[in-house]
């Protein structure tokens, strides 16, 4: 089993940057993509970026392409998503998932929230 703790949500000013990050533990040879998804208040939650946890390569919604990046440092066990030039509509809690194949989310953490005043 994999678990999954975030950190680093806060309240920010539109056009600001945050650093999230999501220390991994447990079964990470299990781990084939971490992931980075957010719900909003009255919304479904969304798909953010992901990141190959070997190989390293990434996806990005396209809401936050060019803005986020995600990344992960496999020596700290920690995977990172850097947003920058935050908008209010990226308001949500975000939340770090892992993936040990196609189809749904083996793990979750618990979830941090990121506030984004215009």
């Known amino acids: 089993q994999v678990q999954l703790v975030e950190s680093g949500g806060g309240l920010v000013q539109a056009g600001d940057s945050l650093r999230l990050s999501c220390v991994v533990s447990?079964?990470?040879?299990?781990?084939?993509?971490m992931n980075w998804l957010r719900q909003a208040p009255g919304k479904e939650r969304e798909f953010v970026a992901a990141?190959?946890?070997?190989?390293?390569?990434?996806a990005y919604a396209d809401s936050v392409k060019g803005r986020f990046t995600i990344s992960r440092d496999n020596t700290k066990s920690t995977v990172y998503l850097q947003m920058n030039s935050l908008k209010s509509e990226d308001t949500a809690n975000y939340y770090c998932?892992?993936?040990?194949?196609?189809?749904?989310?083996?793990?979750w953490g618990q979830g941090t929230q990121v506030t984004v005043s215009s």
């Open positions: 998932a892992s993936r040990r194949g196609p189809g749904a989310y083996a793990s």
């Open positions: 447990g079964d990470t040879w299990t781990i084939l993509t």
């Open positions: 990141i190959d946890w070997s190989r390293g390569s990434t």
